[in-house]
């Protein structure tokens, strides 16, 4: 299979012992599974900045919203070492066109968020983000990141994994001639899931396609994608999937019998309630989809959205 995906990684979640105890994280879904479809670019700030293996451990500590990074027992100031190479580095990460990056969490060079922050007196607050992490949001604001602690949430798998193939094919897109008609191809297969992701963007975005010819091409391409890329950063609910859902069914009104609509609104209730993982009523909307060739739903990238095998939807 061709792995045209490249997603930053932090390199213990591989299996590398490049931990500070010698050790690593190996995180099997994301080598074995998530490792199919996408080519993984390590890296490890804390050996990279030319720390050894072992090494002292670290922490943060002080502000919370600008904590140093500390070794935790002789108390050397890692912090200037650790950004003065970050910067480097996400700058030579931007020739790597990745699609995203995924953290090792609680790591105070490369937790994405709720990281522990030693204050002066009392408990560690969980509020600190780790120093790679954070320089490589700042610097790629929207690109998806996740860390591998979050990513076992079916539902923020599931988010993460259909924000990156979305961005796939919106770059994908880029390579073709920027056209206001690519921009109207691209969000009329990608409207339903947008609606699941977000109505109010939903229709920003379309109001912004109906006025395209007024925008400059170039304005327009980079409106969209900020949109595009807010909208998907919000997760889909049972409540707002099962809207979409309804609105589906309404493109076959006239081809249901009154027993296939009544199965339909059961298995969507039942969705909606949590008692069935989404895969139930878009299978039976796939199968109504190819039985009465309904061309515009044909399209929708929403009930098609990423590969089948990663079973993303099977949650409930
Ligand atoms: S958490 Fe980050 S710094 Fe620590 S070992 Fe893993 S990749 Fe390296």
């Known amino acids: 299979m061709e792995k045209n995906i490249k997603l930053g990684i932090s390199t213990c979640l591989l299996g590398e012992n490049v931990r500070y105890d010698g050790g690593h994280k190996l995180d099997r879904f994301l080598t074995d599974t998530l490792g199919q479809y996408v080519e993984y670019v390590s890296v490890c700030p804390e050996v990279e900045c030319g720390l050894p293996i072992p090494r002292e451990a670290m922490h943060l500590e002080g502000d919370p919203d600008f904590p140093r990074l500390v070794t935790t027992h002789t108390k050397q100031d890692m912090t200037d070492r650790l950004v003065q190479w970050a910067w480097k580095r996400v700058k030579e990460l931007e020739k790597e066109d990745l699609y995203g990056f995924i953290f090792k969490s609680n790591s105070p060079s490369s937790g994405m968020e709720r990281v522990r922050v030693y204050i002066e007196k009392g408990m560690p607050i969980k ?68 609606l699941s992701h977000s109505p109010k963007r939903h229709q920003m975005m379309g109001k912004l396609v109906a006025k395209a010819k007024e925008i400059p091409l170039k304005d327009l391409y980079q409106q969209y994608q900020d949109i595009l890329m807010e909208a998907l950063k919000l997760k889909t609910t049972p409540k707002k999937n099962a809207n979409v859902l309804m609105h589906i069914m309404g493109y076959f009104r006239e081809e249901l019998s009154s027993d296939e609509k009544k199965e339909l609104l059961e298995v969507i209730e039942n969705y909606k ?39 993303l939807r099977n949650h409930v």
């Open 127 to 194: 509020k600190g983000i780790g120093m790679f992490a954070r320089i490589f949001m700042e610097h790629f604001p929207l690109l998806p990141t996740e860390d591998e602690g979050r990513l076992h949430d079916p539902k923020l798998r599931e988010n993460f994994i259909e924000r990156i193939f979305t961005l796939k094919r919106w770059r994908e897109g880029l390579v073709k001639k920027e056209s206001r008609g690519n921009i109207v191809d691209f969000h009329t297969k990608h409207k339903l899931l947008i």
């Open 273 to 311: 309630q949590e008692d069935i993982p989404l895969i139930v009523p878009i299978t039976l909307i796939n199968h109504y989809v190819r039985k009465y060739d309904q061309p515009y739903l044909k399209q929708q990238v929403y009930l098609n959205p990423h590969p089948l095998e990663l079973q």
